[in-house]
C-alpha cells in the first residue's frame, strides 16, 4: 500500500486567496483525520470523519475553513480566504475502526501564506 | 482524555537504549497508552501501545507500571535515525478516535 497521500506537499500562496489541500486515505479505513502543526501550537486535530461522515469539526478554527469527504478514497480540506497566520504544516491521516486504531499519518502538505 | 506528562529533551549515545519516560497519573481503567514519533518534518509515525501488559515490537517496548500512572518506551539499541518527537499519548479506544498531542520528548541520538 502507498500509504496516506497528500497532494500538495508545497503551497505557497497569497493572502485572500483560496487554498486546498487534498488526501487519500489507506484503502479500506474508514477513518479520515485532519491536523495542523506549527511551532506555537504543537500538532492539534482540526477534524474528523467516519465512513465520510463529519463526526468532530470542534477543531476547525473558523468558518474559513471547511473540510468534505466525498467518497471513501479522498478528502479535501480548504481554507478561504488565506490569511498568514493559516500558514502550518497540514497532516491528513487515516484508521481503521476495531483492533489497536492506529492512525497512519501522511507526509503533510507545508502551507506559506504571503 | 487523561494528560501526560514527558521531559522536554533527553539524550541517549547511539547503540544504547533509550528510555523515555512519561507520567499518566489521571488515566482511566479503559484508556490505553500510545506512543507515537515525528522525524523531522514527516508525519507521525505509530511506535506501540498497551493497556496494562508489557508490550514489545519490532521497534520498541513499552513498560507500564503496576498502577498505570507511568511507563515507559524504551528503544533497544538507538541509532541516529530515532532521533526525533517522542509523543506519549493515552486515549480511550473504544470511545472518541481522537488523538491529543502534547509537546513530547526530542529525543537527539548522538554518534
Known amino acids: 500500500d502507498a500509504g496516506v497521500i497528500q497532494s500538495p506537499r508545497h503551497e505557497v500562496t497569497e493572502m485572500g486567496q483560496e487554498v486546498t489541500l487534498r488526501c487519500k486515505p489507506i484503502?479500506?479505513?474508514?477513518?479520515l483525520f485532519w491536523y495542523r502543526q506549527t511551532m506555537m501550537r504543537g500538532l492539534e486535530l482540526l477534524i474528523y470523519?467516519?465512513?465520510?461522515?463529519?463526526?468532530?469539526d470542534s477543531g476547525m478554527p473558523e468558518d474559513r475553513f471547511s473540510a468534505k469527504m466525498p467518497n471513501a478514497s479522498f478528502s479535501n480540506l480548504k481554507i478561504q480566504p488565506s490569511e498568514p497566520r493559516d500558514s502550518a504544516v497540514y497532516f491528513c491521516?487515516?484508521?481503521?475502526?476495531?483492533?489497536?486504531?492506529?492512525?497512519?499519518f501522511g507526509p503533510g502538505t507545508r502551507l506559506l501564506v504571503l | 482524555d487523561a494528560k501526560t506528562t514527558q521531559p522536554t529533551s533527553m539524550d541517549c549515545a547511539e547503540g544504547r537504549a533509550a528510555n523515555l519516560p512519561c507520567n499518566h497519573s489521571?488515566?482511566?481503567?479503559?484508556?490505553?497508552v500510545y506512543w507515537y514519533r515525528q522525524i523531522h518534518s514527516q508525519g507521525p509515525q505509530y511506535i506501540i501501545h498497551?493497556?496494562?501488559n508489557n508490550e514489545t515490537n519490532e521497534m520498541a517496548s513499552l513498560i507500564i507500571t503496576e498502577d498505570r500512572k507511568s511507563s515507559t518506551l524504551i528503544l533497544p539499541h538507538a541509532t541516529l535515525r530515532d532521533t526525533a518527537v517522542y509523543y506519549c499519548?493515552?486515549?480511550?479506544?473504544?470511545?472518541?478516535?481522537?488523538?491529543?498531542f502534547g509537546k513530547g520528548t526530542k529525543l537527539t541520538v548522538y554518534p
Open positions: 484503502s479500506g479505513h474508514d477513518y
Open positions: 470523519f467516519n465512513n465520510n461522515v463529519p463526526i468532530d
Open positions: 491521516a487515516s484508521s481503521l475502526s476495531g483492533g489497536s486504531q492506529t492512525q497512519y
Open positions: 499519548i493515552v486515549r480511550v479506544v473504544s470511545g472518541s478516535e481522537k488523538l491529543v
Open positions: 498497551g493497556l496494562k
Open positions: 489521571t488515566i482511566s481503567g479503559n484508556e490505553y
